[in-house]
Nanobody
Framework: QVQLVESGGGLVQAGGSLRLSCVVS????????MGWYRQAPGKQRELVAT???????NYADSVKGRFTISRDNDKKMVYLQMNSLKPDDTAVYYC?????????WGQGTQVTVSS
């Protein structure tokens, strides 16, 4: 079975940092594009950052320059380093693995940024 398990969320003050981790099992990890998405209360899920199997990255404008996505194919993990956090970053953050034919999601981890 495929599993994606996020960790690293929590409560942090504005301006602080968090690093989210997602460990993946059940797929050939290096062949999948990975992404972080988030959903705030009352809002639709939005893309935060993606990293392809070739390690090309893409970021939402709202997090560009503050967040960094990375992957470790040996550990089958993807990370989201979040710096200079803002209250608007408060959301449940989800890890996603995707290929041309398949899509898998983690359970989410809560990030709360206080002002």
């Amino acid at each position: 079975q495929v599993q994606l398990v996020e960790s690293g969320g929590g409560l942090v003050q504005a301006g602080g940092s968090l690093r989210l981790s997602c460990v993946v099992s059940g797929i050939i990890f290096r062949l999948y594009a990975m992404g972080w998405y988030r959903q705030a209360p009352g809002k639709q899920r939005e893309l935060v950052a993606t990293i392809t199997s070739g390690s090309s990255t893409n970021y939402a404008d709202s997090v560009k320059g503050r967040f960094t996505i990375s992957r470790d194919n040996d550990k089958k993990m993807v990370y989201l380093q979040m710096n200079s956090l803002k209250p608007d970053d408060t959301a449940v953050y989800y890890c996603r693995a995707g290929s041309l034919n398949y899509e898998y999601w983690g359970q989410g981890t809560q990030v709360t940024v206080s002002s």
